[in-house]
């Protein structure tokens, strides 16, 4: 029986290692109908790698529809008006859970066919803000 824990620990860990190791983000289409060329819809994905020093930045929601939390997702929508629900968070200086800061925004913006764009937030003095940006020019497109 230990081995068969073992395979099963093992193959699970190989899974696992299969995913993350590839680096490559998830793309999830997030509308209706047969899956558009890349010139003809929107991608949108959280700045996880921004300067806002956030801990974690999440997009839980497009246009009210729940969407599922990936390692580095990317989302394709069509172009036009969206909203996005997003869910930030920001360690204090200690790493202590009394010291951390969580935020949820709301921000909308009107997205272009082709294009690629960041969602960008911080956490100051207790307040989230969050913003869209074109990922290209950096440009803020949110309102």
């Not at 490559?24 to 806002?52: F, H, I, N």
């Not at 997205?111 to 911080?122: F, T």
Request: charge should be neutral; include cysteine.
């Amino acid at each position: 029986m230990r081995t068969t824990v073992a395979t099963a620990a093992g193959a699970g860990m190989a899974l696992l290692l299969s995913i993350t190791a590839g680096g490559c983000a998830s793309t999830v289409k997030v509308y209706a109908g047969p899956e558009l060329p890349q010139s003809r819809v929107s991608t949108l994905m959280p700045d996880k790698a921004s300067g806002s020093h956030l801990s974690e930045i999440n997009i839980r929601r497009i246009n009210g529809k729940q969407v599922d939390d990936l390692i580095n997702p990317q989302y394709q929508v069509l172009p036009g008006q969206h909203t996005v629900n997003v869910e930030m968070r920001k360690e204090g200086p200690s790493r202590s859970v009394y010291a951390t800061s969580r935020a949820i925004n709301n921000v909308s913006f009107t997205a272009l066919p082709g294009h690629n764009y960041r969602i960008v937030g911080d956490i100051q003095d207790g307040i989230g803000m969050v913003w869209v940006e074109d990922a290209a020019s950096g440009d803020r497109v949110s309102e």
